[in-house]
């Protein structure tokens, strides 16, 4: 059994070593660029660009660029770049035993890395990226950055369409944090604006049926930063709402400037997208079924509806937790 065991092991590991062989990643970097509309035509320092390679340049080489850092210092901007190139370079693959090591998702790639482009093109509220096999559904935002480094988010955009070496967002309102007190900017996307995908989908919610389930995923995604439940709960309980509908989870997330929300259920764990409400991707979850609390895992007790609200005579409270959310996301 133990040389089993062992040979399981050393697949594992040799099958793990090839997944990351075969994805590169490094960083190029330039400081003191005087305006941003700069960045893109200057050569940057790195191992492998060497002060020879521009961004395009790397591009065209085949890197992708996962995240991009900038701060600036004696008025002038320093510029990091994240380039991987392959395999993406953040795993599916789910830790702990209770876990399958086979995930279920999307044919592309779903990650919690903020993902940057520039806009080259606008058409129809549209724009045409240079970014491909993304997953429809997936959001961002739109930042404008004035030359004095000075930023602004000018729009939400979603993913409407995809294939290997491109995608077409569209432009949506931007009102997470819209605030009626403070006046609003009449801007509107541009070329030379910049696409950040991902925004904020490492700020998490879980639903989740039990308290160890509850652990076992916030233990699997340590890169997420998750709000605990009981925010949620508390929310409900003063609303009166025992069994939160798609708006009420949707909005409550969106409000926290949260980017994903996680429902576990039918030992799957389901990821999707805050605004779109996309199922992102799905993870095989294996998990204790005998403790379900309802309408989640939550250390706040007795939510209960108010008298006035006539959807509590609805079927809800018929409903177990796994068929109440199979049909929150629109399973069944």
Known sequence: MGKIFNKVLLLGAVSLMSNTLLAQETICFKNGVDKPSMIEEVALDGDVCKGTLTVNDMKSNGWDVLDIKISTSQNKLNYSYYFYKGNTPTSKTLLTTSVSQEPTTNTSEFSVKP????????????????IGNLIVGQTGIVVHIYDNDKRQIVSNTKVISTNANSSVIEFFPFDDLLQEALPTSNRQVSINDVVVLNYMYNSSLLIAPSLDSFQ??????KSNNFIHSDIFAAKLKVTNTPFPTKEDI???AIEQNLGTIFFVLNNKVYVVDTKTFTILAKYNFAYENKEYQMPFYTRVEEIEGSIFDFSFFSSNEDLTYDEYYEKVLGLK
Do not use: D, L, P, Y
């Open 115 to 130: 993902i940057g482009t520039k806009i080259t093109n606008v058409e129809n509220n549209k724009s045409t990226i240079n």
């Open 216 to 221: 076992a995923v916030r233990s699997n995604f």
């Open 250 to 252: 949707q909005k409550f």
